[in-house]
């Protein structure tokens, strides 16, 4: 809410290097990039009910030639929720939806919440093909956990003389960066990457928080980044000649245990609460196969949050399947 930095680590030995990695460190966000993704898409027309085909598609005449984007495990799921895209942190659905909204509109987005980096004019971007440092996403979170609002770092905030006189300040400057609704929703489907996808970690916190992981291609670069209503954080580990860490080494296993162990001592320094839903969201239930109305709340139905006026306006007529409903875990949960 203030914007000042409670703590930055750029390594961990000082005494070998002096490189302030959280600063300057300018590294691959990989999935960690979905939220953004998203939050553009709400603003475009898409709900977290909105549903896209997670079945092959190739892009022809790329940078590379023609490119075919895959899932981590290589497998496609049909007809699929943008909520459940996100949790589950799928590549083709999010592809998609960068095409579907314009890279146009998601780097324009990504500027507006202080991403400064490189970023590519290609689809690739929906697979976090950016340049950021872990300070900047960590700002760029802290919008969807401040109501849609930027609070710029600040990382001194006053200089006093010896007799306590403050000879310099620096007080938050703030602006509107999202509408307060889209943060919302992007919080909401955040909290569902720890309820059941791969943030399911950060659910030993104990506290309402939400957030999203994040790897690059050969376990470069491994990443969680996510917030309470108190501080946002992000975790990277990474090396700096940009060898892999590991197989398997992926923001769920590699960075998200660091994440909570941290949280798990800030929140004794900043308060936690639950998420506020704002004025404009309402919920209704919808069939989870069709994204569409439920002419009732049942045993097979979802209750889903929408900007007001965009909630579907058609019911669904599909055969009701308690298999298809939600998966509540997945097979590999430390994929992303």
Known sequence: RTGFIRTIIGGYDYTKSE?????????????????????????????????????????????????TPENYDRKHYGPTRLREALAYSRNV?????????????????????????DIPYNLSIALGSLSVTPLELCSAYSVFANNGVRMNPIAVKYITDSKGKILESNEPEEMQAISNQTAFLI??????????GTGWRIKA?????????GTTNDYRDAWFVGYTTGITAAVWVGFDDVRPLGSQE???????PIWLNFMKSALNIAESSDFSVPEGIVMYPIDPLTGLLSKEE?????????????????FSTASPSPARVERK????????
């Open 187 to 196: 919080t909401s489907m955040m909290q569902d990457v720890i309820n059941y």
């Open 19 to 67: 490189y302030n990695r959280a600063i300057h460190a300018k590294r691959q966000p990989g999935s960690a990039f979905k939220p953004i993704i998203y939050a553009v898409a709400m603003d475009n027309g898409f709900t977290p009910a909105s549903m896209i085909n997670d079945e092959p598609v190739t892009y022809k005449g790329g940078p590379k030639g023609d490119w």
């Open 93 to 117: 659905v999010t592809v998609k939806l960068v095409d579907a909204v314009g890279v146009d509109k998601v780097i324009k987005f990504s500027r507006n919440l202080g991403l400064e980096g």
């Open 298 to 314: 049942t045993a097979t139905s979802l209750k889903e949050y929408f900007k007001d006026g965009t909630q579907p306006t058609q």
């Open 329 to 336: 875990s997945i097979s590999n949960p430390d994929f992303d």
């Open 250 to 256: 992926t923001g769920a296993r590699a960075a998200s």
């Open 205 to 213: 916190l104990g506290k309402p928080a939400a957030g999203k992981t």
